[in-house]
């Protein structure tokens, strides 16, 4: 497809150049030019997405407590500021802590539970299956804050066994997260076919032997991308550990960045809040990528395939 | 030919595009007790994820609906959930009634704006998403990939940073307001961040955009090329080719892409929160959030979250369907 348009375009230029030069009106009239001014608006559109991130970024290394003006690079709002640093202010730093051990949870908990849901679905044909994966996939398109809010109530109503705070934050993210696994499982499933455990099955193989030998192995580059997927998510996620969490010692980076900032206590060391969740986040991604690339090598597909799978699209 | 699967492909060949779906096919010769025990298996790995769901997703809603049917501890002001539906009080409902509509009613206009503020977003999204998406889709080239990992990149910055970093350029010294001192566009620094309807529209923009390109560019890619080509070659200008070949077939992720950026932007609190704090521009998801904190409204916090869950059921339906469609078709 590429090498098409690539070919059909040189064949423009040269025509262009047959009928007197590259003159302007030429190069305007071939219809398979390069559309310049697509691609500046796109250009400014990356910009106007993107630079904003790299001020704030820049700004969490600010030597003063404004986030408008710049008074000189300094470390100390990550460590050298004995008070208000990410090291030294507890509320801080316990946020980071918070964060990742969140994170870590679900995934741990959402995987395994999703990827188990996936493959049992999926082969089991009824209609209570049926039901239960358009309840899994509505659970994936709900808007948070209604989901957040039955999380509220349930947590404080009916099971108020479980207070507010890490382990309710925790239950939350994993009814959350675990439509990822289970529904990118499905699609790889789907692309793999039944043929493989068939073939299992016909040598003799138990149904718990093919899908520990057979199927999981197949599986393993769709269950590793939704593993990434619920991490990262979860280092993002902003409503439902907002409605989940009690006080300071469960607060996540994400609701501490939101209420200093929207009660009136902003200043740089939320920049460098911001900049460490974007450096794990983009740690994540990298090893994501890099790691999908080395587990699906050998089949078709490229690059950019791994890239939107790993990003969820 | 060009639509690649979404997941990479087992080593062997895969069937062909008009032989029967696997699943339709006979299972394969086995012994009956066999069958059943292998159903039985997979019952069992599907069930801890079930019974999850059921504990965790569907009695939640229903505890929800018990609690806006249900009434308030006056002692307390907390509220009181009623699990029975032969008894269930429709105090919390009409409450959220006389606040909608009438006289007194302080949340209708909430409402209006909201539709308003998320239609204004969700459009200019589309406008400054589809230039962007189109271009990616047909014309990166070899650049494809560059440009699909600065398209995604927002994805996995954290909305609050994203959302910080609008907060730092807006503030009164902040750099928006000295480059247009600069250039004479106005004359005294604007207040941007201090309660103004366009900083929520534009923030919501900035925050969902990169869905919806997302979205936008998966349904573009997989528009056939040669189908644009021959409308060129039949003489159709470059825009005729665009109104009448290319438009219609992204309608579908048109859509899709704009409800994925309009559901959760409907539950959207914190973007108005953060980028202005003042009455004058709160949404739903802030009438919400806010009733959920204060004893008493509990009751209508709930009736309010379930009757946006009712409003959005059916364009949540067709995303779901819509999806399941496009994913079959690549595979």
């Known amino acids: 497809m590429t090498a098409t348009r690539a070919s059909r375009a040189a064949a423009g230029r040269t025509r262009a150049a047959a009928h007197g030069g590259a003159t302007k009106t030429a190069r305007w009239r071939n219809p398979w030019r390069h559309p310049v001014f697509l691609e500046g608006f796109t250009w400014l559109y990356l910009i106007w997405s993107l630079v904003p991130i790299a001020l704030a970024v820049l700004f969490s290394f600010n030597n003063g407590k404004s986030q408008a003006a710049w008074q000189g690079f300094s470390w100390r709002w990550y460590f050298t500021d004995p008070v208000n640093s990410v090291l030294h202010n507890t509320a801080l730093h316990d946020s980071v802590i918070q964060t990742v051990r969140l994170s870590a949870y679900t995934t741990v908990i959402a995987v395994p539970l999703g990827v188990a849901f996936a493959l049992g679905i999926n082969r089991w044909r009824g209609r209570t299956s049926l039901t239960f994966n358009f309840v899994m996939i509505l659970s994936f398109v709900v808007p948070e804050l209604i989901f957040g809010v039955a999380m509220f109530f349930v947590f404080t109503v009916l099971f108020s066994f479980v207070h507010l705070g890490t382990l309710a934050e925790t239950l939350g993210l994993v009814t959350w997260n675990v439509s990822w696994p289970a529904i990118i499982v499905q699609a790889r499933l789907v692309t793999i076919g039944k043929q493989y455990e068939e073939a299992a099955a016909d040598l003799g193989s138990t149904q718990f032997q093919t899908m520990r030998r057979v199927l999981l192995p197949l599986l393993t580059p769709a269950i590793f991308a939704s593993a990434v997927l619920v991490f990262s998510s979860v280092i993002d996620d902003f409503v439902i550990v907002d409605l989940l969490s009690s006080n300071v010692g469960n607060t996540p980076m994400s609701v501490y960045i939101y209420s200093q900032q929207h009660g009136g206590n902003g200043g740089p060391a939320l920049n460098a809040l911001g900049t460490i969740m974007l450096a794990m986040s983009f740690v994540i991604a990298v090893a994501g990528f890099v790691g999908y690339r080395i587990m699906t090598r050998g089949e078709r597909g490229d690059a950019k395939l791994a890239l939107t799978t790993i990003a969820g699209a | ?331």
Request: proline share 8%; aromatic share 10%; glycine share 10%.
């Open chain 2, 1 to 331: 030919m060009q639509t690649a699967p979404p997941q990479g492909q087992p080593p062997a060949p895969p069937p062909g595009r008009h032989s029967p779906a696997p699943a339709g096919r006979p299972p394969a010769p086995r012994h009956r007790h066999a069958a059943q025990s292998a159903n039985l298996f997979w019952v069992a790995l599907a069930a801890p994820g079930i019974l999850w769901l059921v504990l965790l997703f569907i009695v939640p809603f229903y505890a929800v609906l018990a609690i806006a049917e249900g009434q308030l501890n006056r002692l307390t002001e907390s509220p009181i959930a009623q699990y029975d539906p032969l008894r269930w009080s429709s105090s919390n409902v009409i409450n959220v009634f006389h606040d909608l509509v009438g006289g007194t009613a302080f949340a209708g206009p909430i409402v209006v704006r909201t539709i308003v503020y998320v239609a204004a977003a969700s459009l200019l999204c589309l406008v400054l998403g589809y230039p962007a998406a189109y271009f990616v889709a047909r014309f990166a080239g070899r650049r494809k990939g560059l440009f699909l990992v600065l398209l995604i990149a927002p994805f996995w910055i954290s909305y609050m940073m994203r959302m910080l970093a609008w907060i730092d350029l807006l503030q009164t010294d902040g750099y928006v307001n000295r480059a247009l001192l600069d250039v004479h566009l106005i004359s005294a620094p604007i207040d941007w961040l201090g309660g103004k309807g366009i900083t929520v529209v534009f923030g919501l923009v900035y925050g969902y955009i990169p869905y919806l390109i997302l979205v936008l560019y998966a349904g573009l890619d997989r528009i056939d090329p040669s189908l644009i080509e021959a409308g060129r070659d039949l003489g159709l200008s470059r825009a005729r080719t665009f109104i009448r070949v290319t438009l219609p077939l992204s309608r579908q992720p048109i859509l899709t892409g704009l409800l994925i950026t309009v559901l959760p932007m409907l539950g959207d609190y914190f973007t108005n929160q953060l980028l202005s704090g003042a009455p004058n521009t709160s949404m739903i998801g802030n009438l919400i959030e806010g009733q959920l904190g204060t004893p008493g409204l509990q009751g209508q916090g709930a009736v309010l979250s379930l009757l946006l869950l009712v409003v959005l059921l059916a364009p949540m339906i067709y995303y779901v369907a819509a999806t399941n469609r496009s994913s079959q078709g690549a595979a």
